[in-house]
């Protein structure tokens, strides 16, 4: 009889500690190729109100790479990014691990400070050397934060060809962002390749002193005007069970 008791006892104990443990979303997309590959889950649309639930089941990539790293252990050290889209628009959605902001210094040459730029290249073109209609450099800068689902201050080449709306907000860490960026006549499909690059400029004190990259073929901070130094990004069906190679 004391055997059932503690057998039972075990049994509730089990259930207690698997009902606490928190639910984990069934990814939506395969995993990155670190570096080089991303994947793109459609159709998903994403509510740009400054919070992430929308998110859940979408791969979030850590990066801590780059050329520059910086000289404090609680700054731009590492950011965080995924992207999404659906028939209308691309989202991304960025995240800066940052102790202390410093947005507002350098006029509008927002890269000289901390903020996080996405860079898209949906022009067919993945070799080009150069940028032209299709490929874009977006820098947003956390003077945006408290927007809410509105436009944003931008720049970056080719930023004036887009309108970006979006979520900038501040977190326990540092800042984030959800944007999106209207697709025009350009359709995913499940397996489609676009060129992709994510960064983030950081300073502790003034000017810029860290430089985080994505893409490993980015070594020197020159995707602002190579866009043939960006990963690349391949759209993903929700749903699907193959995975397609990069193009």
């Known amino acids: ?34 570096g080089e590959v991303v994947y793109i889950p459609f159709p998903v649309t994403i509510t740009l109100d400054g919070k992430t639930d929308d998110w859940a089941g979408i791969p979030i990539q850590a990066v ?21 889209a659906d028939d209308a628009n691309l989202y991304v ?23 996080m730029e996405f860079y898209f290249n949906l022009s067919g073109d993945l070799a080009a050397a150069a940028y032209k209609p299709g490929i874009f450099q977006i820098n947003i800068n956390p ?4 927007k809410n689902n509105a436009e944003l201050m931008v720049i970056g ?13 501040a977190t326990e860490d540092g800042w984030a962002f959800e944007a999106a960026v209207p697709l025009g006549s350009f359709k995913p499909e499940h397996g489609k390749t676009v060129g992709f690059q994510a ?8 000017d810029r002193d860290s430089k985080l990259i994505w893409s490993k073929a980015d070594k020197a901070d020159a995707s602002y005007n190579k866009p043939n130094v ?3 990004a391949v759209f993903f069906k929700v749903g699907s069970t193959d995975v397609p190679k990069a193009q």
Not at 199 to 206: F, L, S, Y
């Open 143 to 146: 003077g945006n934060i408290g």
């Open 199 to 206: 960064q983030a400029n950081g300073t502790t004190t003034k």
């Open 93 to 115: 959605y960025m995240h800066s691990v940052d102790a202390k902001i410093v947005t507002g210094k350098h006029g509008k040459d927002f890269w000289n400070e901390d903020s």
């Open 1 to 34: 009889m004391k055997k059932k008791i503690v057998s039972v006892f075990a049994i509730v104990v089990v259930l207690a500690v698997v009902c606490a443990m928190p639910v984990v979303a069934q990814s939506k997309a395969p995993a990155e190729v670190t």
């Open 157 to 169: 080449t080719n930023s004036e060809t887009v309108k970006v709306t979006g979520s900038v907000f």
């Open 64 to 84: 801590d790479r780059g050329p520059k790293k910086s000289p404090h252990s609680k700054q731009n050290r590492v950011f965080n990014f995924a992207v999404a």
């Open 230 to 232: 960006f990963g690349k």
